[in-house]
């Protein structure tokens, strides 16, 4: 294994949203030293144009049906203006960013998700051969900084919209195999919130027997679940470190391991 860590960061949503907010995310992930990789989601764009365009949206639990038409917005949206947006302003700042989907070099193979029980149309799920190791790091050797955005494919000429937070950890879990992993969730909220109307109710660490006691308690916003789902599979399958951050604690974190936030923990005790 190298000694060489490696952060994956992946940004959220209503981050990506606010122009300033984004600026200044982007201004300190230019300054992460050491080998780096970024994972983004869409935010509210895509929804917006959709409207727009007369084109609607279904959602179910807080999940989209991503059908046809939907698709191509999203392919639109994630992997063109966000992405290569993001890639612009990383480029001004002297970090050589290169935006990715996941039909780029192959990097990122998903399957289509079955029909049943619900049909959430051109979605791909992540699987244990999805992520191509080799070409990434062909990337990172010649210091290139990966930008991949949600979008993957299926190896026969299908584009599939994929949850960046299981790409973010699929990444991780890849390539924990060979580097000391940090996996960094970073978004508009201080970590794991006990109250979602108060950012300071952040739960500074979770293993997987209280997670599983706050989510019977309700305690947790159904929102978060996912995200702390694919948190675990990451810790449990050799990942380093799994944290949950607002945007701005990320910079702390790295260079000076101090942060406020929730850090996801191995073992059940």
Not at 143 to 153: E, K, S, W
Not at 164 to 188: C, G, H, P, R, W
Not at 193 to 215: A, M, R, V, W
Not at 221 to 250: R, S, Y
Request: proline share 2%; charged share 20%.
């Amino acid at each position: 294994m190298s000694t060489e860590p490696i952060n994956i960061i992946k940004i959220g949503g209503n981050v990506i949203d606010n122009p300033d907010t984004l600026a200044q995310f982007l201004t300190d992930f230019a300054q992460v030293k050491g080998l780096k990789i970024l994972v983004h989601g869409g935010g509210k764009l895509a929804t917006k144009m959709a409207e727009g365009l007369h084109i609607s949206q279904q959602m179910i639990d807080g999940k989209r049906i991503t059908d046809a038409e939907t698709l191509k917005i999203a392919t639109m949206v994630y992997a063109g203006y966000i992405n290569k947006n993001m890639v612009a302003q990383l480029q001004k700042l002297g970090c050589n960013a290169m935006g990715l989907s996941g039909a780029d070099g192959n990097a990122i193979q998903t399957t289509k998700r079955t029909i049943e029980p619900i049909d959430f149309g051109f979605v791909g799920d992540m699987t244990e051969k999805s992520i191509n190791t080799e070409l990434i790091e062909i990337l990172l050797k010649h210091t290139l900084v990966p930008v991949f955005c949600a979008i993957t494919h299926d190896a026969n000429g299908q584009l599939l919209n994929t949850n960046a937070d299981t790409i973010a950890q699929s990444l991780a879990v890849s390539l924990s195999e060979k580097y000391d992993v940090n996996l960094i969730y970073s978004f508009e909220k201080k970590g794991v919130l006990t109250n979602i109307e108060d950012d300071n109710s952040f739960i500074p660490e979770i293993n997987y027997n209280y997670f599983l006691e706050l989510k019977e308690k309700g305690i947790i916003n159904k929102g978060m679940l996912p995200k702390l789902q694919n948190a675990f599979t990451a810790i449990e399958n050799g990942v380093k470190n799994v944290f949950i951050i607002k945007e701005d604690a990320m910079l702390s974190l790295l260079n000076k391991n101090s942060y406020e936030g929730t850090r996801i923990t191995n073992g059940t005790t």
